[in-house]
């Protein structure tokens, strides 16, 4: 679904910032068994993210009081938070 995501703006580690990368490679084979990584991403705005994800073909597997589970059109799963602000480090 993303081909590259860039926290640099919400990422903190000891007070400087950091920008971690992360690469998603599409694979020949299909999914078997659980997921190897699980992300937990959090954003500004809930409600714009998630019909954003959704219209880029994820789909909601779980409904939870602070974050959603969804999954991209492969099966793999990922958590969207309700909640926006990062904990201070």
């Known amino acids: 679904m993303l081909s590259r995501l860039n926290a ?4 903190r580690i000891a007070g ?5 990368d ?3 490679l599409k694979l020949p084979e299909p999914k078997i068994v659980k ?4 992300l937990d991403l959090r954003c500004k705005s809930f409600e714009a993210e998630r019909s954003r994800l959704l ?3 994820a789909a ?3 409904e939870h009081v602070t974050f959603v589970v969804l999954s ?6 990922f958590c969207l938070s309700r909640r ?3 904990p201070p480090v």
Not at 8 to 11: A, E, I
Not at 72 to 77: L, S, Y
């Open 35 to 38: 997921n190897r990584l699980h």
């Open 84 to 86: 926006g602000q990062r």
């Open 22 to 24: 992360i690469m998603f």
């Open 16 to 20: 400087v910032r950091v920008a971690p």
């Open 60 to 62: 909601v597997v779980a």
């Open 8 to 11: 640099r703006q919400n990422s």
């Open 72 to 77: 991209d059109p492969e099966g793999n799963e």
């Open 55 to 57: 219209a880029l073909g």
